[in-house]
């Protein structure tokens, strides 16, 4: 059952098992949630989720969000240390990047894309996808 | 807004701000999921979530939890060390615990219940709660 991982799993084993930046895996699931980690570094591409927030945690190195919020405040760049977090909400434009790489942890409901409802011309290095299963 | 903390939250920092065991902090909001932390040590209760999965993350120490699984396999019970996450499926009684104590983040839909929807009697070392306010 999608739903019962049988084991425990490791993050730091499941890391280790992809090299691709930018492209999500689905370690488990929480209801209709997927729990995805991820390699990632250098920029991301802006891009908005108009139906869901999205949760991250750094497990390694150092990740930045860049935020287009509504109002007066325009854009800003939270800064996400290893063992933090931060939730981008619904129908924030954000662009997340890492100069030096890092792993991250993500909550989103099943079937949400990497890109967002809408976003800029995707780059080459940027992997358009809902999530790949972990071994994949 | 619930869903839109200004800045990130360090967990490490976060887990410093209370000392009581098995007594989530809400760190913050997903949709309509909560992300909790919680230092626990010693033994929960035997409990059950009928209509939702219950995620864990390890943060520090090692977590494990006691199953009774349907089917012939009967109860038995997962390790969990730092850093492995594990999801506990809906209906399945559950009893974490910690020898050497842990802190944990788990993930939720908010209102969830930590004794669930049954379980066995409450011992008074267990906070019996849909989750705290952090700082609260």
Known sequence: MINEPKQPVDLKTALSTFEALWSPRIVTRVNDYDV???????????????????????LE?????????PGPGGERTVVLPRGSVFVVPRGV?????SA????IMMFEPTGTPT?????????????????HALGS
């Open 36 to 58: 995805r980690i991820a390699k990632v570094a250098g920029e991301h591409v802006w891009h908005v989720h108009e139906n869901t927030d999205e949760f991250f945690l750094v």
């Open 61 to 69: 190195g150092e990740l930045r969000i860049a935020l287009r919020e």
């Open 93 to 97: 434009e954000h662009k997340p990047s």
């Open 100 to 103: 030096e790489g890092a792993s």
């Open 115 to 131: 890109v967002g409802d809408r976003h800029d011309p995707v780059p080459g290095h940027i992997d358009a996808t809902t999530g």
